[in-house]
């Protein structure tokens, strides 16, 4: 009964919020505080796949559900930034029977790190997907050891792992569970040396001892071998191979597949969604066929026309890796170019911490770009950290007054790559304010 009326309840916050265009969350919220094991009392019909890690947790569930619905298949997903327990509750209520049936084919959810441990004691996941672990808003999440382990204590032991081959700490999960690996061979855009600040993974994870990399993709993502105790990169079955960045194009298993979205780490991740259907029980052909079409969400990636100018914009998380992947996407366009850097985080969580952006490469614009704009609330600290990096004045300018941008970056010149550290895209209406 208490079930019930908690299914009933939040199906009608969810209505009316629909209205009121409250947050997404609310229902789920609600329903948690009248049913306690709400989330247990869910009786799955079809498979589950679970998707966590620092970076590209959403694109990936969303990948995933894109590639099930194309092969024909019913799914129910999670919408964007609702992977805590709440959010997941609203999921779930919304597309269950009343008696709490889901019987849908494939249930997709995003779970975010730190709550995994919450989630999956009421529901386990078949499969379990895990893009990669860097450090990540350290003053909410902690240090990725902390992470790991609660992702650790979460993982049951019937769930199957589709794990990141490149990512020596993430491989370390669960060994006694089995396992499907995803991962890209060497590239144009390899390299040999770190080019990055941060690097979550110096030492091998099994004996601390130095841990050596054939190449790196990006970060510590890459080809690694400990030289004392023998952990190394395993053996790849979703490998991609054969990458053409410009065409968008690789080889999984032999068959030809293609992006929309031709960077490094979407390539990865695209390998990780096709390894986790596969292993669900999508036809590899399917799979691919599914991955081609993907577009990755506007609010994460898009391209416009700002008065004659052209414009990209890409969100990005605030952790070091994620800006640092928007810096190598724009430094890989040809062309002259401005870039903005827009950071804002006072306005939304309740940590103001600033200390991430020290761990971003910043100094790879130098010299690259013809002017860096700082803006949001955060312009300031951008700034400095800038001038902590080499940068002089004539190489960037601050805008403290959003208002204001738009003629600040007519005195700039080439396409303007907009990287938004935010949480939700076109954050304090950026975009708006550049029109
Ligand atoms: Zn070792």
């Known amino acids: 009964m208490k079930f019930l009326i908690a299914v009933l309840v939040g199906r009608f916050i969810r209505f009316v919020g629909k209205f009121v265009n409250r947050s997404s969350n609310l229902p789920g919220q609600v329903a948690l505080k009248i049913c306690p094991d709400l989330l247990q009392r869910?009786?799955?019909?079809?498979?589950?796949?679970?998707?966590?890690?620092?970076?590209?947790?959403?694109?990936?569930?969303?990948?995933?559900?894109?590639?099930?619905r194309q092969a024909g298949y019913s799914v129910a997903i999670n919408t964007e930034g609702s992977n805590l327990a709440p959010g997941v509750?609203?999921?779930?209520?919304?597309?269950?029977?009343l008696s709490g049936k889901l019987p849908q084919d494939y249930l997709v959810l995003e779970v975010d790190e730190r709550f995994t441990p919450i989630v999956f004691k009421d529901l386990q996941p078949d499969y379990l997907v895990v893009t990669n672990l860097f450090r990540d808003q350290v003053v909410r999440n902690g240090n990725p050891d902390i992470v790991f382990e609660k992702i650790q204590s979460a993982i049951p032991k019937k769930t199957t792992l589709i794990l990141n081959g490149?990512?020596?700490?993430?491989?370390?999960?669960?060994?006694?569970?089995?396992?499907v690996i995803f991962g890209m061979e060497k590239t144009s855009r390899s390299a040999e040396t770190s080019e990055f600040l941060t690097q979550d993974c110096k030492v091998c994870p099994k004996c601390f001892h130095k841990l050596r990399y054939n190449y790196y993709h990006y970060n510590h993502i890459g080809d690694f071998v400990c030289d004392f105790c023998g952990y190394r990169t395993p053996e790849i079955q979703y490998m991609a191979t054969d990458v053409n960045?410009?065409?968008g194009t690789f080889v999984v298993q032999g068959e030809n597949a293609s992006v929309t979205y031709k960077t490094t780490f979407h390539i990865i991740n695209t390998c990780g969604a096709i390894a986790a259907c596969v292993t669900a029980g999508v036809p590899l052909a399917k799979a691919i066929q599914g991955a081609a079409t993907f577009q990755v969400s506007k609010e994460r990636y898009d391209e416009m026309d700002l008065s004659g100018r052209k414009a990209v914009l890409m969100l990005t998380k605030q952790n070091p890796t994620s800006l640092d992947q928007s810096i190598s996407y724009t430094l890989e366009q040809p062309g002259e170019k401005t870039v903005v850097l827009?950071?804002?985080n006072v306005l939304y969580t309740e940590k103001?911490?600033?200390?991430?952006?020290?761990?971003?490469?910043?100094?790879?614009?130098?010299?690259k770009v013809n002017k860096i704009v700082c803006s949001g609330s955060r312009a300031y600290d951008i700034a400095v950290r800038l001038r902590q990096g080499g940068f002089?004045?004539?190489?960037?300018?601050?805008?403290?007054?959003?208002?204001?941008?738009?003629?600040?970056?007519?005195?700039?010149?080439?396409?303007?790559?907009?990287?938004?550290?935010?949480?939700?895209g076109n954050e304090d209406g950026i975009l708006e304010a550049l029109k």
């Not at 509750?89 to 029977?97: D, E, Y």
């Not at 490149?166 to 060994?175: C, F, G, K, R, S």
């Not at 960037?396 to 935010?422: C, N, R």
């Open 166 to 179: 490149n990512d020596p700490i993430t491989l370390q999960l669960a060994p006694e569970n089995s396992r």
């Open 245 to 247: 960045f410009e065409a």
């Open 352 to 367: 103001k911490d600033i200390s991430w952006l020290y761990d971003v490469t910043f100094e790879r614009l130098k010299g």
């Open 42 to 68: 869910f009786t799955l019909q079809g498979k589950f796949i679970a998707v966590t890690g620092s970076n590209g947790k959403t694109t990936s569930t969303n990948l995933i559900a894109h590639i099930l």
């Open 89 to 97: 509750a609203t999921t779930l209520l919304t597309s269950c029977t």
């Open 392 to 424: 002089t004045s004539d190489e960037f300018l601050v805008v403290d007054q959003l208002p204001q941008i738009k003629e600040e970056i007519k005195k700039t010149s080439g396409t303007i790559y907009i990287l938004a550290a935010s949480a939700f």
């Open 342 to 344: 827009h950071v804002n």
